[in-house]
């Protein structure tokens, strides 16, 4: 069975300043996939970054990367020059895979990021 | 591009009550979730459809749920009867499996509340 554990329940960052949400996750799987969701207040689910098991690289979105550590199973989300609008509550997600393509989502219980100006 | 389209996002109904709640999935996309939020469970997975069929609805919660996707651009969820422990959040998601890397997009949810 697949898990994923955030250990931060809640994180605080000054405005401008980079964060770093923790996440690690279990599987047995070869392939999966390893998502990060933001939810505001406003409860949408939001994606906003993606990595694959068999990606070399880190993924990088805008001020958003992703820190893959395969051996050690983690996932943390980075958030470069944190801005107001980043307080939200922060998912990570584990997909499970087949032939390469991501269909189920188990989901960690969330951080909930606090930005102070 | 339009998202995942949910409606209604907000639905306060009396115990006992049909709920129907409905999902638009991103046009061409041939996977389609519901899933269910929660302060107590979190983020779980109800029922997953590929190319409108249920694969995996091993979440529903019992018979009173129901789910159909009658065509590719539309799904239903169902609660008959409802009760007050099926106040939550229900999301729609959608993905295009069959190819890698595929994200999945949720849409902004379904705010039930039942009395």
């Known amino acids: 069975a697949q898990k994923i554990t955030q250990t931060q329940p809640g994180m605080f960052v000054q405005e401008k300043e980079a964060v770093t949400l923790d996440c690690t996750y279990d599987?047995?799987?070869?392939?999966?996939?390893l998502f990060w969701y933001k939810q505001p207040s406003s409860g949408e689910m939001i994606f906003l970054i993606y990595q694959g098991s068999y990606d070399q690289q880190n993924a990088t979105e805008g001020r958003y990367s992703l820190n893959f550590q395969k051996a050690r199973k983690s996932a943390n989300l980075v958030i470069s020059a944190s801005q107001l609008g980043d307080s939200a509550m922060y998912f990570c997600?584990?997909?499970?895979?087949?032939?390469?393509?991501?269909?189920?989502?188990?989901f960690g219980k969330g951080t909930l990021l606090t930005v102070n100006p | 591009d339009a998202g995942v389209i949910q409606s209604p996002r907000h639905e306060v109904t009396e115990m006992g009550q049909e709920v129907t709640l409905r999902c638009k999935p991103i046009?061409?996309?041939?996977?389609l979730f519901w899933y269910r939020q929660t302060m107590m469970r979190g983020l779980e997975l109800l029922i997953y459809?590929?190319?409108?069929?249920?694969?995996?609805d091993s979440g529903m919660p019992e018979d009173r749920f129901s789910a159909k996707m009658p065509n590719a651009s539309f799904s239903t969820l169902k609660i008959q009867p409802s009760e007050p422990r099926d106040s939550a959040v229900y999301f729609c998601?959608?993905?295009?499996?069959?190819?890698?890397?595929?994200?999945?997009?949720f849409g902004e949810g379904s705010w039930l509340t039942v009395v």
């Open positions: 998601a959608s993905s295009l499996r069959g190819t890698s890397g595929n994200t999945i997009y």
């Open positions: 997600a584990m997909s499970h895979n087949s032939g390469g393509s991501n269909y189920k989502l188990t």
């Open positions: 046009s061409g996309h041939n996977s």
């Open positions: 459809f590929n190319n409108n069929v249920p694969i995996d």
């Open positions: 599987t047995s799987d070869p392939s999966y996939g």
